[in-house]
């Protein structure tokens, strides 16, 4: 029987005096029903139907992004995060055996805080879309205005998770963009009656956002939030939200791109109370233990469902603490000097490609005449064929934008980082060139 | 994704499924979110849940996030749904009931059949709460007890690693009738090929990026392969372990309401606080001593000092003795040496941390340390 050790079962049921069916007697007959699944499978059997499915895959030269990046994760954090103190550990509900897992999540927590300037950001949420969602609703519950403003240039799942939300609770007003990003006249036009405003820097279309204070300043004059969602690589060279936002948000980073999930939505706030006692998610803290030495504790726990029940900030518990550790070994690998190189690496590859498609004839990039971090938009007016036809060389092309769902004719959205090497980006553009 | 889902609705009793929810408080949202849309769609104006008062944290906090008023009802003199307080609850203004079965003192709910009827009767639906399903694969499949909507916990029942709180992933089965408003896309088959399926009439929406936790799919897609049918016998030697502790630690804690548990036990060191002034909290500090992890403590809120003890099928039974004679032991301990228990841990790298001074004076970063 696999997983389930040799349990002894006649001899503890002879013990406590029961049968079998004395321990079921309590589930009505008429409503029994078998399992109808399968005979149990050897280790052997259930790794050849996997690795069937696994070979099915084609591993290919890829310039994707959009939401979820390729980025090198050395070994070292694979070899951590496997550690079986991480890795199968409980929710660290007895601090003081869990100590390890604690402190892992506080330097998390303390890392993020550092490169945000924020100074609190909780232990996980799900990913960014819902981070951002949770943001919308943290906006209501401080503001309790009925609008939350967002901009166009957001990834459209991202929209439509923060809808799902809010739904019945707040309208979501999208603002017009242009090169310098959202649009200043529409939001002064629509700020009035909103808890908050959504921006993302870079932006979803991979250019910075130019106009950080004047949204700060507008935002606020209002009485409202500023949301920011970022690219925690993209730190090591712009300004963190720290300095113009309340709330940041975004995906981190230290772990596989695995379809799209486990990932980890950053939530972080400013050292305010008011902000803190209404944020979603757990938070782990520092404390004195009976004798004076200081350790780790999750704390604020009266925001959360299991105390606070229908009262709760949110309803999250399970949250991505083995990937918020994952994110902690990673940045703390890079460290300062690291995490700038590293951008500057992303940000050179990627201006470098998209000059050089640029300069192909039929195609333009980018769409946006503005500084570029990691993505841009290339056009040409048979973008899917392009995307089609890069497949049938190995390659896959950036994201086709409309395929997604986003309002731009004719474009994909391409992501280079420091994954792609000089040969790489020199074979995209050979066989963009004769396509 | 496609296989495990099936064998998930198999498992489930119910005909379609969402892997997309990343934990089992966002399958619960998920699901209330699916009732309240389509109550709405069937021209309902339905906004109250009804949960027991056993009921785990979330099921209000998720109703109360998708928007719905919670009406919570007392359990019975045996910890289950009262039906007078069901019925008395119920009115044209419910929208469903959250349960889960057993319910979290460990005990199956008898009259889930009634509990079924006076919920349908009143065109409301019946949502299963997935986290205590381990007590019941083989046997009974909650979509035969009369339940819509049914979340799983994969880190749970289907054993992928917890990882220190998460990533963990919380699938929600529903009936054929709802197929049309789970989150999209959904992943179907064709005779020829697996694809994403978008077009969904009256989908919630999504409700979160990409397609779920998909690393963690996989990691509980192998243990299900590997598994098969052999997942009665999870349930069946979940369920002796637990009633096993029951039976050897019954003369000196007390085990409120029915005898018979599932897959957990809830005990109450209530008398044991009367006589000694040692707290539940302190009884599991001290387990720490003695090497063990300690079970969930002061839940449910319907059992005063409560102990909650899941010992699961993966224990052998000379771990089980070991965790029955600490108990014992620490028994004794409270009326002998009440002290030691009172400042346990005594054994663990830091002394008891105090959980009120954290909340006071919160540190929540090094940044915050430093100032």
Redesign the interface.
């Known amino acids: 029987m696999r997983y389930i050790p040799d349990s002894c079962e006649d001899e503890i049921l002879k013990e406590i005096n029961f049968t079998k069916e004395k321990l079921f007697s309590d589930i009505p007959e008429d409503l029994r029903s078998d399992l109808d699944l399968w005979d149990e499978k050897s280790e052997m059997e259930v790794k050849r139907e996997l690795k069937n499915i696994l070979d099915k895959n084609r591993v290919i030269l890829n310039f994707l992004g959009a939401g979820v990046y390729n980025h090198y994760i050395p070994s070292a954090v694979k070899e951590i995060v496997r550690r079986s103190e991480f890795y199968s550990c409980y929710t660290p509900y007895q601090p003081e055996v869990s100590q390890g897992m604690l402190q892992a999540l506080f330097e998390y927590q303390s890392l993020m805080a550092e490169l945000l300037d924020m100074d609190v950001v909780n232990s996980s949420m799900y990913d960014w879309a819902t981070s951002l969602a949770e943001a919308a609703l943290m906006c209501y519950r401080v503001k309790k205005k009925p609008k939350f403003i967002i901009s166009k240039n957001i990834h459209p799942e991202r929209r439509e998770v923060l809808k799902t939300y809010t739904e019945g609770i707040l309208e979501i007003v999208e603002m017009e963009y242009n090169e310098k990003g959202i649009d200043l006249e529409d939001l002064k036009k629509n700020i009035d009656n909103s808890c908050g405003v959504y921006i993302e820097n870079p932006t979803f279309l991979g250019y910075f956002e130019h106009n950080l204070e004047e949204i700060g300043e507008i935002v606020h004059k209002n009485d409202a939030l500023l949301v920011a969602g970022v690219d925690p690589i993209s730190l090591g060279i712009i300004k963190p939200p720290g300095e113009y936002a309340d709330i940041a948000i975004g995906e981190s980073v230290g772990y596989p791109v695995s379809f799209g999930g486990p990932l980890l939505g950053i939530f972080g706030v400013r050292n305010d109370m008011s902000l803190i006692r209404k944020m979603p998610g757990r938070l782990i803290g520092v404390t004195e233990d009976l004798e004076g030495n200081s350790g780790f504790v999750m704390t604020l726990q009266t925001r959360e469902q299991h105390i606070r029940r229908e009262k709760a900030t949110s309803n999250i518990c399970s949250n991505e603490a083995l990937c918020a550790v994952a994110s902690a070994v990673y940045l703390s690998f890079l460290g300062k000097k690291g995490l700038k190189e590293l951008a500057e690496l992303c940000m050179k590859n990627s201006n470098y490609t998209m000059k050089r498609i640029n300069e192909i004839k039929g195609f333009k990039a980018p769409l946006f005449n503005s500084p570029h971090f990691k993505e841009f938009t290339v056009y040409h007016k048979n973008i899917r064929e392009i995307d089609r036809k890069l497949l049938k060389k190995d390659i896959q092309g950036g994201v086709v934008l409309e395929r997604i769902g986003f309002d731009l004719k004719d474009t994909a959205l391409y992501c280079v980082t420091e994954v792609h090497s000089k040969e790489d980006i020199n074979r995209l553009i050979s066989i963009l060139e004769v396509i | 994704m496609y296989k495990l889902g099936k064998?998930l609705c198999?498992?489930g009793?119910v005909d379609n499924i969402t892997l997309q929810p990343?934990?089992?408080?966002?399958g619960?949202?998920t699901g209330i979110?699916i009732i309240k849309k389509y109550l709405k769609t069937e021209g309902f104006d339905k906004n109250e849940i009804i949960v027991p008062d056993s009921a785990?944290?979330?099921n209000?906090?998720?109703?109360?996030?998708a928007?719905f008023r919670?009406v919570e009802i007392p359990s019975n003199e045996k910890g289950c749904v009262d039906l007078d307080a069901l019925n008395e609850a119920v009115n044209e203004k419910t929208a469903g009931l959250m349960l889960t079965n057993p319910n979290t003192l460990g005990?199956?709910e008898?009259n889930?059949?009634e509990i079924s009827e006076i919920i349908h009767d009143a065109k409301g639906l019946l949502y299963y709460d997935g986290a205590n399903l381990n007590a019941?694969?083989?046997?009974?499949?909650p979509g035969?007890?009369g339940f819509d909507l049914v979340h799983f916990n994969l880190?749970k029942t289907f054993?992928t690693?917890?990882?220190?709180?998460?990533?963990?992933s919380?699938p929600v089965g529903v009936k054929e009738f709802l197929k049309e408003y789970l989150?999209h896309p959904i992943v179907e088959y064709d005779g020829k090929k697996y694809y994403l399926k978008h077009d969904l009439k009256n989908s919630?929406?999504?409700?979160?990026?990409?397609?779920?936790?998909?690393?963690?799919i996989?990691k509980a897609?192998?243990?299900?392969?590997?598994?098969?049918?052999?997942?009665?016998?999870?349930s069946?030697?979940a369920?002796?372990?637990a009633?096993?502790i029951a039976?050897?630690l019954k003369d000196i804690y007390e085990f409120p309401y029915s005898e018979?548990r599932k897959h957990e036990i809830v005990l109450s060191c209530e008398k044991i606080k009367k006589d000694t002034g040692v707290t539940a909290l302190d009884i599991?500090?001290r387990i720490?001593d003695y090497g063990m992890?300690?079970p969930?403590i002061y839940?449910p809120l319907i059992v005063k000092e409560a102990l909650m003890i899941e010992p699961t099928?993966?224990?052998?039974?000379e771990e089980l003795d070991k965790f029955i004679d600490i108990m014992r032991k620490i028994h004794r301990e409270c009326y002998e040496n009440p002290e030691i228990v009172k400042?346990a841990?005594h054994n663990?790298?830091?002394?008891?941390?105090?959980?009120v001074?954290?909340?006071k004076e919160?540190?929540?970063?090094?940044?915050?340390?430093r100032r």
């Open positions: 064998a198999k498992i009793g990343a934990a089992g408080a966002h619960e949202y979110k785990h944290g979330t209000p906090a998720s109703s109360a996030m928007g919670v005990i199956f008898e889930i059949k019941l694969m083989g046997f009974v499949k035969n007890m880190h054993s690693p917890h990882g220190g709180g998460g990533p963990g919380g989150p919630i929406g999504k409700i979160k990026g990409f397609y779920g936790n998909f690393g963690v996989v897609y192998a243990y299900v392969l590997t598994m098969g049918n052999s997942l009665k016998k999870v069946e030697i369920v002796l372990n009633n096993y039976q050897k018979l599991s500090k720490l992890h300690a969930t839940f099928e993966t224990e052998s039974k400042s841990p663990t790298e830091i002394k008891r941390l105090n959980t001074k954290a909340t919160p540190v929540l970063s090094y940044k915050m340390l």
